[in-house]
């Protein structure tokens, strides 16, 4: 992994409002939503998985959880919990619960491509997460307020490309449907 310790975040503590509750632990293709991102992110040699949790998430095995303090906080707080959770590491790669069919490979050219600093998935001319933060950077996350998360420190990070289709974020049941449509594509 470049040599650097890399730990990777998943922040699954949303409060899931648009979807009605529930959402990470809700059934997609024979599993809870949640573990297709845990399971993608597990076949990497992360030096530690954290999952920023909620009472809501499902078991995600091999990851560290801790939960969301106070619960309901909005995502900059899932940020700065994963953070503070963080010891020795070089950098972390923040990934999303809710956004199931990444796959295992676009983070791997994550790592591969990783400078040091920050690298960003780039969809649709937009950087976004999953996104690899550098040690330096780690302060100023702990620093975001409110539902917008790091986008802004991303916009002009060096990218790796990510289809639009792979980069559905669950907020609905249709999305849901349309990762369900998407596996049974494959």
Known sequence: MSGLRIATILLAAGKATRFGGGKLGTALAGKPLARHVADSLSALPFDRKIALCSTQTPDLPGFSRIMLDPPGAPLSQSIADGVAALTDEDAALFALADMPLVPTDHFARLIAQFDGSMIATRVDGRNMVP??????????????????????????APSVKLSPDLALDIDTLEDLQSALEHIRGR
Do not use: N, P, S, Y
């Open 131 to 156: 996104a690899i933060f550098g040690k330096q950077h780690f302060e100023t996350l702990k620093t975001l307020v409110g539902d917008k998360g790091a986008g802004a420190l991303l916009r002009d």
